[in-house]
T-cell receptor, first 112, second 111 residues
Framework: EAGVVQSPRYKIIEKKQPVAFWCNPISGHNTLYWYLQNLGQGPELLIRYENEEAVDDSQLPKDRFSAERLKGVDSTLKIQPAELGDSAVYLC??????????FGPGTRLTVT | DAKTTQPPSMDCAEGRAANLPCNHSTISGNEYVYWYRQIHSQGPQYIIHGLKNNETNEMASLIITEDRKSSTLILPHATLRDTAVYYCIVRRPYNTDKLIFGTGTRLQVFP
């Protein structure tokens, strides 16, 4: 069974530029999570989807961050414009019925 | 979800048992203790979980005290590949809106 797939694995951009991350969850998993992980810290939830509906986006900075999960499968997280403080690892996870969460390898973003 | 306290770092010699402690004094009756680890440049990976009885799987053993206020994750024969950050999380199974990670314990296994 394939795991959670994320791309790109690494991204370097200049501040004020846009960036997008893509996640393909495990087949059949209805819940999808995006987490942010700063250096030396544990992951923190940004947004959770149940199928195609964003049911918890309270921690998503909506002035510059957006996300979508079309058709309840793949998801894209976007930042526009990126700031220096957005440098971090962005992790995607999926689960079946909100039980065990399976994480992808993450995308490491560096904003210069 | 209850909060947990873990030491920031630990060392372990290869081949020896690694015992990682976790305090969760505010755990409630319906919360389980879960352990995850995060190897460098990877996402967190589930290891084991338990409610009140000791648990063992192919990766590790979990010892939970009788009062459930603390637990210990045991890697019986640590290898260099076990070098990672280990997170102890208390949560309810199913209906989990999110995982609340602390800063975890950075385990360094040395030759």
């Amino acid at each position: 069974e394939a795991g959670v797939v994320q791309s790109p694995r690494y991204k370097i951009i200049e501040k004020k530029q846009p960036v997008a991350f893509w996640c393909n969850p495990i087949s059949g998993h209805n819940t999808l999570y995006w987490y942010l992980q700063n250096l030396g810290q544990g992951p923190e939830l940004l947004i959770r989807y149940e199928n195609e509906e964003a049911v918890d986006d309270s921690q998503l900075p909506k002035d510059r961050f957006s996300a979508e999960r079309l058709k309840g499968v793949d998801s894209t997280l976007k930042i526009q414009p990126a700031e220096l403080g957005d440098s971090a690892v962005y992790l995607c996870a999926s689960s079946l019925d909100r039980n065990e969460q399976y994480f992808g390898p993450g995308t490491r973003l560096t904003v210069t | 979800d209850a909060k947990t306290t873990q030491p920031p770092s630990m060392d372990c010699a290869e081949g020896r048992a690694a015992n990682l402690p976790c305090n969760h004094s505010t755990i409630s009756g319906n919360e389980y203790v879960y352990w995850y680890r995060q190897i460098h440049s990877q996402g967190p990976q589930y290891i084991i979980h338990g409610l009140k009885n000791n648990e063992t799987n192919e990766m590790a053993s979990l010892i939970i005290t009788e009062d459930r206020k603390s637990s210990t994750l045991i890697l019986p024969h640590a290898t260099l590949r076990d070098t990672a950050v280990y997170y102890c999380i208390v949560r309810r199974p199913y209906n989990t809106d999110k995982l609340i990670f602390g800063t975890g314990t950075r385990l360094q296994v040395f030759p």
